[in-house]
Structures are given as structure tokens and as C-alpha cells.
């Protein structure tokens, strides 16, 4: 089980991404005592910069719109390991997940 910090996530993304993965992993929406072994990212509402310094070594997931494709170039240049559309997250989020946390 892996715990994974979700950053900028809106509320009702969250609960997506719990039904999700919530039987597998443990969502922690702030910093707990232990490291995350995931940060998953909304990158329209987190500087992707910010976010891999802050966790240099912890595997980063970012998504947005797939419209967003600022963001999403962002987000690569700052050192993402993965970096998808909002839609594919939503479709695939525990496949995704387990290639990072493995």
C-alpha cells in the first residue's frame, strides 16, 4: 500500500481518485510523518517547478486538460515521471499508479 499525496486536487477530482484507488493506497491530502511514495499533481493549480523541488526524490504524476498543453510542457521541463491528460488519469489512474510506485 502506497501512500500518495494529492496536490491542488479540486474536491470533487479527489473523490474519483479515491473510489479509484483508495482500496489499494492510502490519499493524504498534507505532508505526513512519513514521505509520500506518489505525488499526483493538478498542474493548472500547482507550479510544476515548486512541486519537483519540493519532492526531488518522490515519483511525481501530473495531469490537466488536455487542452493545457502549457501546463503539460511545464510540468515535463520541471522532471515529471508522468505526465497525462485529466481523461487518461480518470480511465486508467491504477495502472498508471502501480508502473510509478513499483
Do not use: C, Q
Amino acid at each position: 500500500m502506497a501512500t500518495i499525496l494529492v496536490a491542488g486536487v479540486d474536491v470533487f477530482f479527489r473523490g474519483k481518485l479515491d473510489a479509484l484507488l483508495g482500496r489499494a493506497h492510502r490519499i493524504v491530502a498534507t505532508d505526513s510523518v512519513d514521505p509520500p511514495d506518489l505525488v499526483i499533481v493538478d498542474i493548472a493549480r500547482v507550479d510544476p517547478d515548486e512541486i519537483a523541488e519540493e519532492y526531488p526524490d518522490i515519483p511525481i504524476l501530473g495531469y490537466t486538460n488536455h487542452t493545457d498543453t502549457a501546463g503539460l510542457r511545464a510540468a515535463h521541463e520541471a522532471g515529471f515521471d508522468r505526465v497525462v491528460a485529466r481523461s487518461a488519469l480518470a480511465e486508467r489512474a491504477p495502472e498508471i499508479v502501480e508502473e510509478l510506485v513499483t
